[in-house]
């Protein structure tokens, strides 16, 4: 079943995941490479280690030490664009109800956002920096990490 995906005030209904071309892609080529050697990869391509970082905002990634090739980036991009990722993000950005199983937007992007940027939901911008508080991120036992924003004035 097709999921519905918010963007605007139209409603678009994208394939599941395993159902779109990209993906089938991206399962025939994972054939092609789930052999290959690390130090073979490298052994080929003498610019790997440079071509396949990227840097930003005191952020350093490092993909050259997986099992992919320049097809591999080419088909995961397809499947980011045939995915309508841009929009998502975009959508997630202007405040909209992504979260299709909640029906609520996803408000983590608030919890960043810089002093003085504004994310509206209904009617409301949610950008806490009302005053400040702090990011905090715990491990509740057997649970994933989660990050809470801490209003000065809140008391646990």
Do not use: C
Not at 1 to 17: C, D, F, H, N, Y
Not at 19 to 40: D, G, I, M, N, Y
């Amino acid at each position: 079943m097709a999921t519905p995906v918010g963007t605007g005030t139209k409603s678009q209904r994208i394939e599941p995941l395993t159902k779109r071309k990209a993906w089938k892609a991206l399962q025939t080529h994972h054939k092609q490479v789930r052999e290959l050697h690390l130090r073979s990869l490298f052994a080929d391509d003498l610019k790997r280690a440079e071509r396949m970082t990227a840097q930003a905002v005191g952020l350093f990634l490092d993909y050259s030490k997986n099992r992919i090739t320049d097809e591999t980036v080419k088909l995961l991009i397809e499947l980011a664009e045939e995915s309508g990722l841009r929009s998502r993000i975009d959508a997630m950005f202007r405040g909209e109800k992504i979260n299709t199983t909640e029906k609520r937007a996803v408000l983590h992007v608030a919890l960043r956002a810089p002093k003085g940027a504004s994310i509206v939901v209904d009617g409301e911008n949610v950008v806490p920096w009302k005053g400040a508080g702090s990011l905090i991120s715990f491990r509740p036992a057997g649970a994933e990490y989660v990050t809470v924003f801490m209003r000065r004035d809140s008391h646990f």
